[in-house]
């Protein structure tokens, strides 16, 4: 729209970075539901707010009590729900903060959507991989057994797909090792954060 401009402003991404001592970066957290991409996210924010990095998660059902309350699970909703997402985060990351997403984001076309819109240079997927059966046996929300009985339309696992990451920048079963472990691994992709 020629009525929508963009005003630059006096500080650069650079500089909010240099205030911070960081690089910014999103790490993006993709699985199925009860994975534990939230459990992981939570971790590795507390592990880094303890080192002293500046971020923030953004959680699947967290955006969707707000930002993404109006959104349904259809593919075309769940395609707009990540590019809101990533629009955040893009955002979020040009304050200078570390951003850790979780979401199933089950469609492969739209995580290379989101890591478009954020920028591959601050972008790392990592693929929670754990395998649908343990995702089924915790299943806390009851949301599997509710799919399978015909109750809950568009689960992703069960009545519509999930495309793993073809070349993620890390893959973690959350069923093989702790979360202290899984967090650890996950810090590293963090570590180009500068002094």
Not at 119 to 147: H, N, W
Not at 154 to 162: A, E, L, M
Request: with cysteine.
């Amino acid at each position: 729209m020629k009525q929508v401009v963009w005003h630059g402003g006096h500080v650069s991404a650079e500089d909010r970075q240099r205030l911070l001592s960081q690089s910014a970066l999103t790490i993006w957290l993709t699985g199925l539901s009860a994975s534990g991409k939230s459990t992981l996210a939570f971790a590795l924010e507390r592990h880094l707010i303890n080192a002293g990095r500046a971020c923030y998660v953004l959680d699947g059902d967290n955006v969707r009590h707000g930002l993404n309350g109006n959104l349904g699970f259809s593919h075309e909703d769940r395609t707009e729900n990540i590019r809101r997402i990533a629009e955040v985060a893009h955002l979020m990351n040009d304050a200078g903060l570390i951003v850790i997403t979780a979401f199933i984001s089950p469609y492969r076309e739209d995580r290379a959507m989101a890591k478009r819109i954020i920028g591959s240079e601050r972008f790392r997927e990592v693929y929670v991989s754990t395998p649908i059966q343990v995702c089924e046996q915790r299943d806390p929300k009851g949301l599997y057994g509710m799919a399978k009985a015909g109750k809950l339309a568009h689960f992703t696992g069960v009545s519509d797909p999930y495309e793993p990451p073809e070349a993620p920048d890390m893959v973690i079963d959350t069923s093989l090792v702790s979360v202290e472990e899984e967090v650890e691994r996950i810090a590293v992709l963090a570590q180009t954060i500068g002094a």
